[in-house]
């Protein structure tokens, strides 16, 4: 069943970049409070991911923009994928709500088995497992959910497209 609403209708692009950046803007907060750490010191590990492990040292304009390249092509990718699959799927935009919680659970996983294992191979072993970061990491990415669905719904309409 689909909308309508191709991936060339400006309401799809619309919802994609609204909710990416938006979500994943404040994605980058949520992970300087949740890390307990300064966001110079969280763009310089940004860099090392993309570029290179002696980003440490470099410049700290090149680790915000690799900060901002990660965080942000992430974002507008995860995002892209909610939009794509509510343009078709209308349930996902009635019960928005229950859809991006749900989603929000689902990037979580994604993200701790498919990324965070990127920082890994940079060798930046920075965090470890206890509780209360699962549950913080869990309540940020149930919120990216919320906000991508939440702009997936209103740009897309709540039911089919007239």
Known sequence: MTTGIGLHHPATWKAILSGGFVAG???IGAVCLIAGLDPAWIAKLGAVALFYPSAF???TGLAVLAMLLLQW???LLIAAVFVVAARDVPAMRRFWVGCGLAYGAFAYFVMNNGVVPLLDMAHLKFMHFTLGLFCKNML???LFGLIVAG???HFLGRD???
Do not use: E
């Open 160 to 162: 089919a497209a007239a």
């Open 57 to 59: 040292r470099g410049d």
């Open 25 to 27: 803007t404040i994605g």
């Open 151 to 153: 702009f997936a719904r």
């Open 140 to 142: 940020a990415m149930l």
């Open 73 to 75: 092509g992430m974002s």
